[in-house]
């Protein structure tokens, strides 16, 4: 039975300077306009909550990107600008940390609001189903000019994208909504509740970390090759049963949402759109 070798990091690479240009710039104009969103938001309601996420997503997004792109084997060439780290050997640019705030911050605050209007579980799902496929959409073209790749003995992949980040990627802002959620919950001070609702994302962080482990432990040891299906799909029902898991959760708030708020609310009770 073939084995897995261990997979040597593809140093001879070379991006394209109109593929990074282009990159780096459909990222600036999209994280302008979510912090525009954002401040809106803050502005409009009064509250401090979208500064914690984005708080949050901005930490975590500076740590965990080097992390991923090592253990789950993800390559970046070493011609493109804006270096922002250079971990375990590789350069990682500007705009992998700008993608990971606009997960974590945008799309998890984006599904939070959802979730606390009392939206339900079709919001949820379609949440995961738009930041899905915008990843694909994104991955697809850049992954064929060369901006970058998944290098090693990838399982499942579509046109050089492993699927199984398709899920993990959707689950993200689905689970760092959620657990938003759930720090707004109970009569808390406001000081608390902001930095509850500002460990969201390094929490979700750990948890996304926990999901990709048995993928990316198969892509780092020498076992039979079909291991890394199997820990692919593993992967992929830990993502999914944490999608539907987190949909269950806005459904009984939606289920709630006519009924009076109690004095403390609990985990899955909706709140008041003004803390939103």
């Not at 084997?73 to 011609?79: A, C, G, I, S, Y």
């Not at 790749?149 to 990838?154: K, L, S």
């Not at 009984?252 to 009076?260: E, F, P, T, V």
């Amino acid at each position: 039975m073939p084995t897995i070798e261990m997979a040597e990091m593809p140093y001879g690479m070379h991006a394209p300077v109109a593929a990074y240009t282009v990159f780096y710039w459909l990222f600036f104009v999209q994280v302008a306009a979510a912090v525009a969103w954002l401040g809106y938001v803050a502005w409009h309601n009064r509250t401090a909550v979208p500064a914690a996420a984005l708080g949050g997503s901005l930490t975590v997004a500076y740590f965990a990107p080097p992390v991923l792109n090592r253990l789950t084997l993800v390559w970046f060439p070493d011609n493109i600008p804006l270096t922002y780290i250079t971990a375990f050997g590789m350069h990682d640019p500007l705009f992998d940390y700008l993608g990971y705030a606009l997960f974590f911050g945008l799309g998890g605050y984006s599904c939070y609001r959802l979730i606390a209007s009392g939206r339900g579980a079709r919001a949820v799902y379609g949440v995961a189903l738009v930041w899905g496929v915008a990843d694909l959409a994104y991955e697809l073209p850049f992954l064929h000019w060369g901006m970058y790749t998944y290098y090693g003995p990838q399982p499942f992949q579509i046109l050089g994208f492993p699927i199984h980040w398709v899920l993990i990627n959707a689950m993200v802002p689905v689970l760092t909504g959620t657990l938003m959620r759930l720090a707004v919950s109970g009569q808390i001070d406001r000081r608390r509740m902001l930095l509850r609702v500002a460990g969201c994302a390094p929490l979700s962080s750990f948890v996304t970390l926990g999901v990709a482990m048995p993928v990316a432990v198969a892509l780092n040891a020498r076992v039979p090759a079909v291991a890394a299906h199997f820990a692919a799909l593993l992967s992929i029902a830990m993502a999914v049963g944490l999608i539907r898991y987190c949909a269950g959760c806005a459904q009984r708030i939606a289920q709630s949402a006519g009924l009076s708020e109690p004095r403390t609310r609990p985990a899955c009770a909706p709140v008041d759109a003004g803390t939103t």
